[in-house]
Structures are given as C-alpha cells and as structure tokens.
C-alpha cells in the first residue's frame, strides 16, 4: 500500500509532480472478483438445477416458486428468470400456438376440398379424442408435455384430413 501512495504523479502541463497519497486516499475494500451485469444493471446470478439431477419440466414448477419470492426483496431489486426456464416457455407457448394453428388451417383446408361448413367441422371433432390419446399416454408413462409430444399432435392434426381426402 505504501508502494502505491508513492507513486509520483505529474500533469501534462510539466508542473511539479505529487505522489498519489497526497492526492487520493488509497485503501483496501472487498469487492466481488466477477461483476455480472444485465441490461446494464448489476445483477447476482444464482445457478440453480434440479435434485434429481433430470432436465427441466413443463410447466416449470419449480421456477414458479422462485418468481412468488419477488415480493420479499428489497425495494429497487428484482427477481427475473432467464436461461433454460425461459427458453423452454418461449418453445412450448409457440408450440401451442402452432397446435392451434394446424386446427384452423386444416379446418379450412377441408372446408375447400369438402365445399361444406358442417362436414369439415364432424371431421375436426375427432380430433379431441386424439388429443385425449396424447395426454392420457403422457400421464400413463410419468412424462409431461415433451416437445415429441406436441409435434405428434400437430402430425395429427394434418393425418385425419388427408385419410379424408383418399
């Protein structure tokens, strides 16, 4: 510390140069090694993962838990998820919405090919049954909703109207 009050410190004008003791004070505080930041914030970053040591789960209960704590932190701090949990809500929201799109455009597709209202409409209400084939295996095997899943639910969503085309 000594080392560092010595050291001579002059202006560019050429004046006379001062040691920087004399013109700060220089002290030992603790600081953090790593400084995260997010959107220009500084932030804590807590990693967190599962017990059981499997991958994350729709819906993510257990991050759900962690979002109900922002209430108990300081004012001006924020609880905010990011990384898998996020990522995995994004996908599985745009898979929903995919699902919900396939019935509407095969609906209308077979409105088309059918050139009825009420026909396409008995043909598009099978397809809850399918549906209830998909969860209920789901429930049977332990497994929530995997993206396998949803895609299959797509696929069929677009197979009863092509074995009504035939």
């Given at each position: 510390m000594s080392g560092l009050q010595n050291i001579p410190v002059s202006a560019s004008a050429g004046s006379g140069s001062q040691l920087l003791g004399g013109l700060s004070t220089v002290q030992r505080t603790p600081s953090n090694a790593v400084a995260s930041h997010?959107?220009?914030?500084?932030?804590?970053d807590i990693?967190?993962?599962?017990?059981?040591?499997?991958?994350?789960?729709?819906?993510?209960?257990?991050?759900?838990?962690?979002?109900?704590?922002?209430?108990?932190?300081?004012?001006g701090a924020s609880v905010a998820l990011r990384g898998q949990v996020t990522t995995m809500t994004d996908a599985y929201q745009q898979l929903f919405a995919g699902l919900a799109f396939a019935i509407v455009l095969i609906y209308l597709l077979i409105v088309v090919n059918f050139q009825s209202w009420l026909d396409p409409f008995v043909i598009v209400m099978a397809l809850p049954s399918a549906l209830a084939g998909i969860v209920w295996m789901l429930f049977a095997t332990g497994r929530r909703s995997p993206v396998p899943a949803l895609t299959g639910a797509i696929m069929c969503m677009v197979s009863p109207p092509q074995t009504a085309f035939w």
């Open positions: 997010y959107n220009v914030r500084p932030v804590i990693y967190a993962t599962r017990k059981d040591g499997t991958s994350a789960e729709w819906p993510p209960t257990s991050a759900r838990s962690y979002r109900d704590t922002a209430h108990d932190v300081p004012n």
